[in-house]
């Protein structure tokens, strides 16, 4: 039986390169909705660029990209933005949290940009950094943070819009096994609560065996793919 | 996004971005005051005949003491463009101020593309920070102009007064200050935002479409022969010196807007990257780091070196011919000329401080911007002394070399004009103004990088070996 749940990322024959080095080399994906899945393989293969080009960060040179769907070829980079900002969230290897902004400010930030009145923003904002266990943090710089709160706070970022989907590339690489558990725990369990699929980009086997499949690249195409629950 | 949400992105929060909005107002207001004085200048309808008493059509009015460079009509316009000429090195500051904190502030708008911003909004918030700082400048610029009429007015004794008492057509100047410098403001933030591409990754360079050669060409030419046209027949000239002049003038200005302004970034910054290679052929350790951070980064210092080029020719200028007035049996009123020389040569001299403190803002930013490797160096046993000297030859290699060579390509180019001098009347005097000059700037350049001690300081702290 084939599974009822729409595509929300679909990657077809996707090829980019930069310079001389081949990151992808006509990959193929889909990602349906509430699914998580892991994307693994070795430094170098193509991962990072393969989720860049999933969330229309990187314009891939060949093969179309889905998201949520829209064509992101045919999207400009306004566009896209918007789309991202609405329908998407996103978590980097270093939370890359806007530096002079609090915490509180950093979470709430996706809704302001949206236009959303200052006081409304930092409410639902509150109430995700209470949900990642940061509501002590709230009025501090993100200079003040360990690593693991800053990616709890990112986190929350990418969580305070109600995503349809979150890429996450390397959510707990800067991080011990405990915090990157408890880290994945918040992600994935927020995630599947809200019935946004989630795609993650890891080395870390212990990391990909949290998701319901895993894709396996190397050089640039999927070597292999495997359903885990 | 929603006006608050601007302001909120918008207003400065770090120490850099302090300093930048105290740099942008502050430069802003000195620019804003001077021009506020040339339109009160400008709106002078006195005239005297030098001699204190009035002509042309209007009824006598007192002229407070005015000096006669204000009080007669006829040159009334070279202080009024002496005073606009001079807000141009004060707005290179600001403008060079717009880029403090560079690497730091791009970091933060690829955070803000990450979060969702659009290239657009990040834009407008870049032109809301300019904007703010520029019409806070603006604002000041009143109090700065009553500052200025305090110092070049009532202070000066009378006869020498540059600035008129105030009138109250000057609020509606101000205001038109305000206005161009809130909006040339917010819109030169957008542009030097606009040079880069923030993405949710990172940033990376625009690289705009480059204009037609052949039209530089054209420009540098085109003003070449004016110049040409104008200098050679003015040796011989027994009348009609006006026509040549203005024919000089024409071709310089035409060069300046035409091709100059791009000139002046290429050659600048060629320049500045030759000379940090000649710095690391000297093989020292000092100048090794010197070089290596001239060749990295040489647009800041290739600007400053254009401003100080400009500088050094108009030094070189007023010293042969203040020689030559001097040298010369004429019938000449020498406290006349003299002081109209001694103000043009003080306008030169702020010039001059104002390009070093835009150098010196500059390598304020460096140290801000290169924290880490900086940290590394000292961690690695580079004492600060050391780091100390490398500001100072950094500052000094772009500077001195650069007014050394305008005061002598001046001082040769007015010798030519005026070949009837004898050669002491223009070698001498070139010389020594070009070696005054050189060690003026050079002692301008050891102070400035003595006010960046402190932030030197803080940027060999090893805490800033974690600054990514």
Redesign the interface.
């Known amino acids: 039986m084939t599974d009822p749940s729409p595509l929300v990322v679909e990657l077809t024959g996707v090829k980019h390169s930069y310079r001389r080095t081949v990151a992808l080399r006509g990959v193929s994906l889909a990602v349906r909705a509430h699914e998580v899945v892991a994307v693994t393989g070795p430094s170098g293969c193509g991962k990072s660029t393969l989720l ?1 080009a999933a969330a229309g ?2 314009r891939p040179q060949g093969g179309t990209v889905q998201l949520l769907g829209h064509d992101l070829a045919v999207l400009d ?2 566009a896209r ?2 789309l ?2 609405r329908r998407v969230g ?1 978590v ?1 290897q ?1 939370g ?6 609090s915490v509180l ?2 979470v709430a ?2 809704l ?4 959303h ?2 006081e409304a923003a930092q409410t639902a904002a509150a109430e995700w950094l209470a949900r990642t266990g940061l509501e002590d943090c709230a009025d501090v710089s993100p200079a003040e943070l360990s690593g693991g709160q800053a990616q709890r706070a990112a986190v929350a ?1 990418a969580l305070v819009t109600g995503p349809a989907v979150v890429f996450a590339d390397e959510p707990t690489g800067s991080m011990d096994t405990v915090a990157g558990e408890l880290l994945l725990d918040l992600l994935v369990g927020a995630a599947r609560e809200r019935g946004a699929a989630v795609v993650l980009v890891t080395h870390d086997n212990l990391v990909a065996a949290r998701a319901d499949r895993e894709v396996r690249l190397r050089d640039g195409v999927v070597e292999a793919e495997a359903v885990l629950r | 996004m929603r006006p608050a949400t601007t302001l909120l992105l918008a207003r400065p929060t770090s120490a850099a971005d302090r300093g930048r909005f105290l740099l942008v107002t502050g430069a802003t207001a000195v620019a804003g005051g001077l021009l506020v004085a040339a339109a009160r200048v400008a709106q002078l309808t006195i005239d005297t005949d030098g001699g204190g008493s009035y002509v042309g059509p209007q009824a006598p009015v007192p002229d407070g003491g005015l000096a006669p460079y204000v009080s007669q009509a006829g040159l009334r316009p070279g202080v009024v463009l002496g005073a606009v000429l001079l807000t141009v090195p004060v707005l290179a500051l600001a403008v060079q101020a717009l880029r403090v904190g560079s690497v730091a502030r791009e970091r933060r708008m690829a955070s803000l593309r990450l979060a969702g911003a659009t290239p657009r909004e990040v834009r407008t918030i870049a032109a809301a920070e300019a904007g703010a700082a520029a019409a806070m400048g603006g604002l000041l610029a009143g109090p700065v102009y009553l500052v200025l009429w305090l110092l070049l007015g009532v202070l000066l004794p009378v006869g020498l007064r540059l600035v008129p008492t105030p009138a109250s057509l000057d609020l509606v100047t101000w205001a038109g200050v305000l206005l161009v410098a809130s909006v040339g403001g917010a819109a030169a933030g957008a542009v030097v935002q606009g040079r880069v591409v923030a993405e949710p990754l990172g940033v990376r360079r625009r690289s705009g479409p480059r204009p037609p050669g052949g039209a530089n060409l054209l420009g540098l030419l085109g003003g070449l022969a004016l110049v040409v046209g104008g200098a050679v027949p003015l040796t011989h000239a027994g009348s009609g010196e006006y026509v040549l002049f203005a024919l000089v003038i024409a071709g310089l200005l035409f060069m300046a807007f035409t091709a100059g302004p791009r000139l002046v970034r290429r050659r600048g910054r060629t320049l500045q990257r030759r000379r940090g290679r000649t710095l690391q052929r000297r093989g020292s350790a000092v100048d090794l780091l010197a070089g290596g951070r001239l060749r990295a980064e040489p647009r800041a210092p290739g600007r400053v070196a254009a401003v100080l080029v400009v500088c050094g020719i108009a030094l070189g200028v007023e010293a042969v011919q203040v020689t030559h007035l001097l040298t010369t049996d004429g019938n000449y009123d020498l406290s006349f000329y003299l002081t109209g020389f001694g103000m043009a040569a003080v306008g030169v001299l702020v010039a001059v401080v104002v390009a070093v403190l835009t150098l010196l803002v500059g390598a304020a930013d460096q140290l801000l911007d290169a924290r880490r490797p900086l940290a590394s160096l000292f961690a690695l046993g580079v004492d600060e002394s050391t780091l100390a000297r490398v500001l100072k030859r950094q500052q000094s290699a772009a500077a001195v070399p650069a007014v050394a060579i305008g005061a002598l390509v001046g001082g040769a180019g007015t010798g030519y004009l005026a070949s009837g001098d004898g050669p002491a009347r223009i070698v001498l005097p070139t010389l020594a103004v070009a070696a005054l000059a050189a060690a003026a700037v050079w002692l301008v350049t050891r102070l400035a990088a003595r006010l960046l001690r402190s932030r030197l300081r803080s940027t060999l702290d090893p805490e800033n070996l974690r600054v990514a």
């Open positions: 860049h960060i990187v980079e306004t933005t918007l991202r900002r996103i980097l270093f890359q949290l806007v530096p002079d902004l400010d950093n930030l996706p302001l940009l949206e236009g009145d200052r970022r």
